[in-house]
T-cell receptor, first 111, second 113 residues
Framework: DAGVIQSPRHEVTEMGQEVTLRCKPI?????LFWYRQTMMRGLELLIY????????DSGMPEDRFSAKMPNASFSTLKIQPSEPRDSAVYFC?????????FGAGSRLTVL | AQSVTQPDIHITVSEGASLELRCNYS??????LFWYVQSPGQGLQLLLK??????LVQGIKGFEAEFKRSQSSFNLRKPSVHWSDAAEYFC???????????FGTGTRLQVFP
């Protein structure tokens, strides 16, 4: 089992650019989560899906953020336009039987 | 709303010493409780979990945690710390009917030789 796979691992972009982060959950896991980690705010839940359907997106900061899960094996988190305050590590996690498994994260730097 | 408090931001111990990391939660019923560990530049790895039953749970890497309902606590312990245990430790809570995890702010553990 390859675990939860995230790409890219590192992204450096300029303010105003579109950023797309990708996640492949563990096969058979029916829930998928996007978290953001910063020094100031710690780990924040942005959105989570169950059976590909968004269940709770109350943590999505603003309309610049969007997330999709077109099928059980793929999800994206998009930021458009990006801002320096979006710089963080973004984690994807998938779960089965109430246990989350995390990916290695995508470190985003917006200049 | 559920919340998790980890009162210790940073703890330093000597290698071989015992360790206890504190975690308190706020939730009306008995939640599902978790401890995760994060090494620098890595994702979070599950150490142990409590859903029900025996209030003392064993995890990986020699860690254990005890659920105390009366104190709303779920403290993590290890009898003898190794230098490789230096990392950040997160306590998390989830209601029983959802996988949605709420994390504490983390405790950074430093281990001196």
């Amino acid at each position: 089992d390859a675990g939860v796979i995230q790409s890219p691992r590192h992204e450096v972009t300029e303010m105003g650019q579109e950023v797309t982060l990708r996640c492949k959950p563990i096969s058979g896991h029916n829930s998928l989560f996007w978290y953001r980690q910063t020094m100031m705010r710690g780990l924040e839940l942005l959105i989570y899906f169950n059976n590909n359907v968004p269940i709770d997106d109350s943590g999505m900061p603003e309309d610049r953020f969007s997330a999709k899960m077109p099928n059980a094996s793929f999800s994206t988190l998009k930021i458009q336009p990006s801002e320096p305050r979006d710089s963080a590590v973004y984690f994807c996690a998938s779960s089965s039987a109430n246990v989350l498994t995390f990916g290695a994260g995508s470190r985003l730097t917006v200049l | 709303a559920q919340s998790v408090t980890q009162p210790d931001i940073h703890i330093t111990v000597s290698e071989g010493a015992s360790l206890e990391l504190r975690c308190n939660y706020s939730y009306g019923a008995t939640p599902y409780l978790f401890w995760y560990v994060q090494s620098p530049g890595q994702g979070l790895q599950l150490l142990l979990k409590y859903f029900s039953g025996d209030t003392l749970v064993q995890g990986i890497k020699g860690f254990e945690a005890e659920f105390k309902r009366s104190q709303s606590s779920f403290n993590l312990r290890k009898p003898s710390v190794h230098w490789s245990d230096a990392a950040e430790y997160f306590c998390a809570v989830a209601p029983g009917d959802t996988d949605k995890l709420i994390f504490g702010t983390g405790t950074r553990l430093q281990v001196f030789p």
